[in-house]
């Protein structure tokens, strides 16, 4: 027999009844473990992650459902085990979340057909995420991925810029990847083996950021005890990546372009000139355009600095870009966490890609690094998101307030379709009820409608 490649986790308090299921599986690569009751059920389940849970529907009942913890996952096939096989009990238990349904005494060839078709499914989406991985490998650029038309053009762009440049501005909103632009411009540079020094031109008051970005020698100010060399003479030879720069005062603009201009610089309260050989990369958020034409930025310096531009385009404008970030986060976290997460729910994914995310890139990075910390099962789940994304708010429509709670579930339920195209499942997933149900609220509307229709005929 083969490695087994499938678990089975079977919680059910009759042990015959685990020993005619692995018996019934003999030759599939299939390992059963087997649980006593409810409480060792759940335990086994968060320990070792088995890809199937069959679940004795008398262990069910009482103290909450212990079903809907396993359909929550959606990696999980969770098959039921009652007395008695009926299509309404089977249909009852697919609309809750199950995957199948198996009567006591067990059929040793249905419990191998249900199973084996399980295994193939399993397959089929371990396959899909090999092809997922590699296609993350094909995006990747210098720690960064992003396969959208706009992001391959700032790959480019960067390459092409990378062995020529003095100096680049960076230009983009919060969180959109601009140091990690300035990294991949050092590292792709010919000064890749010298310095790359960071300097944030927001965090210092003035004076000690010129002190920290020029240097400065003994009595410039109070509290100069001694000579200092600055981030530039640091950085000589390689690249000076000054973050923040519309931050920069107006006098240390003026000392930055004489540099940028001569190579030249002088230390905070010294007449002396010293040569420096550097590469600047300045970023920053906000638009240096608009604060020099408000006099708030030197124009000179911004021309100087704009001559090579990179832009970054926010996350909302790169849709496209989404689920290879969520992939490369999530292997990135499940790593750190020591987690073995494998996938992401098909809801969540929706839900994520609704989302507007202001703060970019680091918010994508951040929902998903707390999701993976949240996540109890091999998949993230929408309950693993913050409630910010989870609950998106629906505009309430021009005179609803005169409509019925069914009228409005179903207008919603109308949009909800229209946004899926139709898919009456990923509508079910995105409003977090069963197929059933979605079919259920659709019979009834149309009986609505046939009942009006025959009112008024
Ligand atoms: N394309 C990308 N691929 C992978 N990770 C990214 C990408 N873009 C940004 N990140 C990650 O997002 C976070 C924010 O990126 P970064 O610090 O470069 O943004 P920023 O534009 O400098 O933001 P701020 O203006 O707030 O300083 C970092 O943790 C970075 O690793
Ligand atoms: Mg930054």
Partial sequence: MSDPVYSVLVINRDVGVAEDFSRA???????????????????FYHEFLPHMVLLDSELDNGEGPLQDLFTGDSALEVVLLTNRWTEVGALAAVARGASDLLAKPLDPSKVQQLVSGLI?????????????????????FQGMVGRSPRMLEVFARVRRVAPLFQTVLVTGPTGTGKELIA???????????????????????????????????????TGATQDRAGLFEHAHLGTLFLDEIGELSLAAQAK??????????QRVGSPLTIKVDVHVIAATNRNVRELAARGQF??????????????????????EDLPLLQRYFLQHFSTKYNKKLNGISRRTQILLARHSWPGNVRELENVIGNACIMAQGKVV???DLPEAI??????????????????????????????VDGNKARAAELLGVSRATIYGMLARRIRHVDQKDNLSA
């Avoid at 599986?25 to 409480?39: E, I, S």
């Avoid at 989406?125 to 590699?134: G, S």
């Avoid at 790359?196 to 970005?213: D, G, I």
């Fill in 183 to 221: 990294r991949a411009l050092h590292n792709l540079s010919p000064r890749s083996r010298e310095k790359f020094v960071v300097c944030n031109c927001s965090a210092l008051t003035e004076t000690l950021l010129e002190s920290q970005l020029f240097g400065h020698v003994k009595g410039a100010f």
């Fill in 120 to 140: 193939a499914q399993a397959e089929t989406r371990r396959h899909t995420q090999e092809l997922d991985n590699e296609l993350l490998e094909a995006y990747q």
């Fill in 25 to 43: 599986l003999l030759g599939l690569p299939v390992a059963v473990l087997r649980a006593c009751d409810r409480a060792e059920g759940i335990n």
């Fill in 381 to 383: 789940v929408d309950t």
């Fill in 256 to 265: 930055l372009l004489r540099i940028l201009q001569s190579q030249e610089l």
């Fill in 390 to 419: 989870r609950v998106q708010v629906v505009r309430p429509e021009k005179g609803a307030g005169s409509l019925t709670l069914e009228e409005v579930q179903s207008r919603h339920l109308e949009y909800v379709l229209k946004l």
């Fill in 298 to 319: 030197r124009e000179d310096l911004f021309y100087r600095l704009s001559m090579i531009e990179i832009q970054l385009p926010p996350l909302a404008d790169r849709k």
